[in-house]
Nanobody
Framework: QVHLVESGGGSVQAGGSLRLSCVAS????????MTWFRQTPGGEREGVGM???????SYGDSVKGRFTVSKDNANDTLYLQMNELKPEDTAMYYC????????????????????WGRGTQVTVSS
């Protein structure tokens, strides 16, 4: 069983920055994808940023140029640097891990992911 624990969420004003972390309970060097999703109450779970082993990344259209996903393999930690935050970025942010190579072709499809964290809340005020 894999446990993912997110942290770093909080409240920030528009234009500010936050850095989220996701620590995995297992070695992730052979993991295919680790990805950030987000979800608002009543909304769909939206893909934010994907990190594929070897360093390839992919981003959702609404965050391109503002968010950066990175990974520390030595510490099995995934990060999400969020800059130029907007009120519409307000959501619960989740970390997910995939052991399927298919995640490279469908990085933001929930069914590609085997394990999920419980989330960390990000609130951006105007």
């Amino acid at each position: 069983q894999v446990h993912l624990v997110e942290s770093g969420g909080g409240s920030v004003q528009a234009g500010g920055s936050l850095r989220l972390s996701c620590v995995a309970s297992v070695t992730t060097s052979s993991t295919y994808c680790m990805t950030w999703f987000r979800q608002t109450p009543g909304g769909e779970r939206e893909g934010v940023g994907m990190y594929y082993r070897g360093g390839r990344t992919s981003y959702g259209d609404s965050v391109k140029g503002r968010f950066t996903v990175s990974k520390d393999n030595a510490n099995d930690t995934l990060y999400l640097q969020m800059n130029e935050l907007k009120p519409e970025d307000t959501a619960m942010y989740y970390c997910a891990l995939s052991r399927s190579a298919g995640c490279l072709w469908a990085p933001f499809t929930r069914e590609q992911y085997n394990f999920w964290g419980r989330g960390t809340q990000v609130t951006v005020s105007s």
